[in-house]
């Protein structure tokens, strides 16, 4: 408890189990990364690529990611409505209910249990418990804002309740199945429609998870951190809007060229090219906002931090709507590049906005200063390097593998079969491992930082 | 400044906008029946194949293949006819991937005898030995259990009687397990012998990779 009142067990409680969540995350992945040139290490049915596959993807996007943004959400809700947590203990039961909920996917997705949806692949019974904490959530959110003492909601309170809204309407529709066991169901969607539904929520659930929290981070934490205002009020409100209207129309750019009918995936392609704007709009905001400042990308390590992450915020969002562009999307859909896209956005942009928002918040709630800043910027050039070096590769990686689908001999034949496209990748997978091992080094810097922030004794009041 | 001071209205407003998006690309879809038409050509999985697609989900074999063919000429080459809507419609849930890691198989059943699926399954560095695909041997040593598999087909909807289901199963038992069938050796090869008699996982999942693309085959032929 601060003087205020805040409860800030719960924040710590999320922002260490995010922390955890994260290492285990990226183990899984870095073990992946080398099945992928090196079969052998399938050793057991439950260390196969394909089971592995979505413990990574649910790990760090419900374990790392989700407890990133409650952890956070918890506390710039206190502080923007001035107002401490409405129920504390529902908070400290969703935490509980939240790593159990993570521990038990985790497991269940090592046993196979697995719906294949992507990005919703959690069983029935857990999609409950998932509901469940969602709601909890939820009743904190509003009852706190009822009570609030600012009358205003800022900004990143907008992207707070827009995801809550959101991610509650697409879990829910997405996840309508039949159960025939207590691990076992089927989706009530068919076919070409289960796709529609299951893309407009694969591509939302990023839209609402990786980009309306991180951005209610980065409107918020990137001021305290600076000390300077959002550039622009109006900019802000339009930028939500949009982004809250046009996200929604744009899944089925997923499924371009599949039997999904054509005017959706056009219409998805439309929207995706209108999706630039309102998020462009936040990266202007950002880089307007550091007008005349530009100095503490140098003397401020969380500048640098928010900088870079809304930076690759700014080129994921022109790569993805390009992507989505029918002629482009059928030469690098089903190749490394969307892979290359999609860890861009997780290790760059989300990572980096969390990595400084926690820096910004954990030594304030622990009444200290940061352990090291020296390790601080480590862990930046670390990660850095390390996401640039990954994301380059399996760019360059696709394109190689796009073209070998693609080319054929004068005669019109194939030119390749299908193993030499996999085969002729492999270098390009090792290097990508090489640099995963980067990015984890700059991940444990990041831990060990935050434990011994913690650990250091409380410094008194006004010291 | 209005709604900003209405946290209430705020949260319904911003449903109410994620919502528009919805309704004319998702919830209106879902009730055309031009979204995912059926033909009479296509038939539901049997009860053998459903399991084969259940153990295939099992191990998130959708993660490196995809099942759909797009229609591209360097696509239609390599994999055959590309994907109709109609195959679809009783794939719950849908499994067109979205990596190719290893080849589509919207096209595969067919395409091999049993017998090199046996052996590629269970090994498929002993025929491409630089596949980074994971050998999937055990699967030929764990029993296939078929004890909800009328609740299943019944679940889906394809409108077997139980009795339907029963014969299913011991019929593909029978063909597995005869003395004749075709792929014999390279059955007994990865299925120790107290299950050669019994039907196994792996049985189940080629005789799903099996069916894959068939019944658009079958089409085309009559055409």
Redesign the interface.
Known sequence: MSDAGYNYRVVRGFAFSALFWLVIGLIIGLWMAV?????AL?IT?WL????L??VHTNGLGLGFGLAGIFATSYYMLQHLTRTPLLFPRLAQAHLYIFNAAIALGALSLFA???????YGELEWPLDIVVVIFWVMFAINV?GT??K?NE???YIS??YI??M???IA?LYI?NNLE?P??LF?S?????????????W?YGHNIVGFIFTFPILAMFYYYLPKSTGLPIYSHRLSIISF?AL?????????H??M?????EW?QT??MA?SIFLIAPSWGSVVNGYYTLQGNWDQIRTNYLAKFFIAGITFYGLQTLQGPLQGLRTLN?FF????W??GHVHMGTMGWVTMVISASFYYMIPRINNTELHSIKLANLHFWLILIGQFTWTITMWVAGIQQGAM????NPDG??MYN??DT??SL?PYYQLRFVAGLVYFAGILVFVWNLIMTVRQQPEKAGS | ?GI??K??V??LL??A??????T???FI??F?P???PISPYIKPYTAIEQEGR?IY????????H?Q?V???R??V??YGEY???E?????????????????DLNRVGGKYPDSWHYKHTAS??SM?E???????A?LAKNPLDTS?SF??TS??GYGYSESDVQQQISEYRATVTDENYSSKESRDQVTPPELRKELTEMDALIAYLQKLGRDVKNMEAKK
Request: one cysteine or more; aromatic letters at 14%; hydrophobic letters at 40%.
């Open positions: 099945e992928m040139f090196n079969p399938n049915p196969s690529f394909g089971r596959r979505v196979g249990m697995n719906t294949t949806r992507e509003f804002l009822i609030r009358k205003q909601m309170l907008w309740i827009g809550t809204v959101a309407i529709v039949v025939v066991s076992k089927y989706t009530i969607y068919s076919g070409a429609n289960d796709a529609n539904v299951e407009w809007w809250n209207f046009a996200y929604l129309w744009t899944g089925a997923h499924l060229l599949t039997p999904l009918p959706i219409v998805a929207f059928a859909h089903y190749t490394d969307v892979v689908w693609k080319a054929t034949s194939l299908f193993l996999v085969t492999y | 400044m900003t001071s946290p209430t705020f949260a911003a449903a906008v994620v919502l528009l998006g919805t004319v690309t998702v879809p879902l055309m031009s979204t995912q259940d989900m099992r191990e998130g074999c959708n993660n490196c995809t759909t797009r229609p591209l360097t696509e080459l390599r994907s109709k809507p195959e679809f419609a009783y794939d719950r849930p849908f499994l067109w991937g979205s990596r190719r890691t290893g080849p498929p560095q491409f630089k596949s980074n695909m994971p050998p999937y055990w909800i609740k299943k679940t889906l």
